[in-house]
């Protein structure tokens, strides 16, 4: 089995655009707003980027949300619920980006997965 990136971390923000200064000023990292259906800040932190969620139900302080490659969404959901894990989010389209579900393992700890599907360039 080949090992398996982490491709994207979400970090819960009350204000994203402070939250993108933070990160930007203390550790150089770009950011970008990006317009999908809510508006949404993006960084790149050199070797992985990511973006700031809104805080919500779902993302409070502290849940930070990493992403694990996908090449089959589908085909990685029933595995981690044979190994015990929970599907939170069923796999959903992500405008022209690609593909992402949200599972917990077995501990309860929210981990994401993500399949890209925008056209390379």
Do not use: C
């Not at 402070?18 to 259906?37: H, N």
């Not at 619920?81 to 593909?99: K, L, M, N």
């Amino acid at each position: 089995m080949s090992k398996r990136k982490i491709v994207h971390v979400e970090i819960p923000a009350s204000d994203s655009a402070s939250a993108s200064q933070f990160y930007q000023d203390l550790f150089g990292w770009d950011a970008r707003r990006v317009e999908t259906p809510t508006p949404y800040y993006m960084f790149s932190g050199g070797n992985i980027g990511g973006g700031y969620n809104p805080l919500d139900e779902q993302n409070q302080p502290g849940d930070i949300l990493i992403y694990i490659e996908s090449d089959d969404v589908d085909a990685d959901l029933r595995a981690i619920e044979a190994h015990g894990g929970a599907i939170i989010e069923g796999p959903r389209v992500v405008a022209d980006y690609g593909i992402m579900a949200v599972f917990t393992d077995p501990t309860g700890n929210r981990v994401a997965l993500w399949k890209d599907t925008a056209p390379q360039s």
